[in-house]
């Protein structure tokens, strides 16, 4: 029997689950999408931003562009290969057990890593409104592990309840987002000379630089980051061959668009100096307009929309070594479900990891905190999104999946965008991903050599 199973292709190989094991459906699965993208990202960037000013549209034009053509090719690859892992299910099928151990080990760490960012900013948000939390020695680092850890009792719960949050806290992040949208046109409308009124930084052919808009770029990455997400939990999901394909295109494309809108409103319509110097950029912009109690409101939803991200990226940092443990990549005791169908250990290794990285970090200033873990999380993602595109390539070459001129043309492109950021992020920063890199290949061969699960159980 064993025999007969190994000469099936790996992605035809489909083990039933139990129907309420895929609990998220299209409207979960997009909630996943918006809502891991719209984070603390759109609430913290604008004023890393703010000295680029129009470069800055440019910037979010090409990475709306670069990110809409990795989304077409997860797509492709979601609707080919519709199993658990996402870039590591991907790049495996196309490359190998070893890169795609590599790219699936880059991506976990970008996952627990990241989600020690998104805490911290969480509850730096919450301090605005309990100042408490900043005051009392230790009580920041008890709220954010607290959220953290309650996040992952969610999601042991199962991935309904975690679907379920999800799309409650995504609708509640777009309100906010909604609503400066509607101010800034509001702004731009009224007399430059009356109460309220403003205007544009003027647009000047002059100061656009190719230099100014890699850099803008690489720098609004890091909050469209998880275009990929309802990949990665490929099992759970409902029609998966249709769902995640058209979620991952949606998603996307309706996160660009809120993106543009309000960051590029933002940042046109706020002096630079002013913008540069803030701590709460969206917060702040709302009360100079509609008056502090409004900023202070919009910190709640800023808070909100952060533990909302949150819940999705936690969602993904237990299923992702999940489906890597499966692979048999990964110790063969994070391939157990819970009867609810969740990975109740995966879970606790990544929570715990990122516990670890909180309590040796908190000496820090929680802005040079969020910067480290952002560096290091969008430079992992990059890596992925690279080599994803080029298993794609790969794979059509190996008529694995059906050739199309679309999918090569954009896969090209997107292999192009992920090269072209990584130059935006700097030296630094790829030295950083490459150091993640380094650290995975002596444990792929020692988990290789202890032996996990069977590398043929990777669809279940």
Not at 31 to 54: D, E, K
Request: with cysteine; glycine share 12%.
């Amino acid at each position: 029997m064993t025999e007969a199973r190994e000469k099936v292709p790996i992605h035809k190989i489909t083990t039933p689950r139990a129907p309420s094991s895929r609990a998220l459906g299209f409207w979960m699965c997009t909630a996943l999408v918006v809502g891991n993208m719209i984070g603390s990202g759109v609430f913290m960037l604008l004023a890393s931003l703010a000295p680029y000013g129009w470069n800055a549209v440019f910037g979010w034009l090409l990475t709306i562009g670069g990110a809409l053509c990795l989304a077409f090719v997860f797509a492709g690859l979601a609707r080919a290969f519709p199993k658990a892992g996402g870039p590591y299910a991907y790049t495996q099928e196309a490359f190998g057990p070893l890169v795609g151990f590599m790219v699936a080990w880059s991506y976990w760490i970008s996952l627990w890593v990241g989600n020690a960012a998104i805490a911290t900013g969480a509850v730096s948000y919450l301090s605005v409104i309990f100042p408490a939390i900043a005051e009392v020695p230790g009580l920041h680092l008890l709220v954010t592990l607290g959220a953290v850890w309650l996040l992952v009792g969610v999601n042991i719960a199962g991935a309904r309840l975690a679907g379920g949050v999800q799309v409650a806290t995504t609708v509640l992040k777009l309100l906010p987002l909604v609503a400066v949208a509607g101010l800034a046109f509001w702004v731009i409308g009224r007399d430059p000379s009356a109460d309220g009124g403003a205007t544009l930084i003027p647009f000047r052919a002059a100061d656009i630089h190719p230099g100014a808009i890699t850099a803008a770029g690489a720098l609004t990455l890091w909050a469209l980051l998880g275009l990929e997400s309802a990949t990665v939990p490929a099992g759970k999901v409902v029609d998966p061959e249709r769902t995640i394909p058209r979620a991952t295109l949606v998603g996307t494309v309706f996160t660009g668009v809120i993106y543009l809108l309000v960051c590029s409103a933002v940042v046109l319509l706020t002096p630079t100096d002013s913008l540069k110097a803030s701590n709460a950029p969206l917060s702040d912009f709302v009360g100079l307009y509609w008056g502090v109690s409004a900023g202070k409101v919009l910190a709640l939803f800023a808070a909100i929309s952060a533990f909302g991200a949150l819940n999705g990226w936690v969602l993904l940092q237990g299923e992702m070594p999940y489906a890597m443990a499966k692979g048999g990549v990964f110790p063969a005791f994070l391939a157990k479900e819970s009867v609810r169908g969740s990975p109740v250990r995966a879970h606790l290794l990544s929570a715990g990891f990122l516990t670890v990285l909180v309590l040796m970090n908190y000496a820090k200033s929680m802005a040079d905190l969020f910067t480290f873990i952002a560096l290091v999380a969008t430079t992992a993602s990059l890596f992925a999104y690279l080599v994803c595109a080029l298993a794609a390539l790969k794979l059509q070459a190996a008529k694995r999946i059906a050739p199309t001129l679309a999918l090569t043309l954009i896969a090209i492109l997107a292999g192009i965008y992920s090269v072209w950021t990584l130059v935006g992020a700097g030296g630094q920063a790829v030295a950083l991903g490459a150091g993640l890199l380094a650290l995975g290949a002596p444990f792929y061969w020692l988990t290789r050599g202890r032996g996990g699960a069977s590398g043929t159980e990777i669809a279940r």
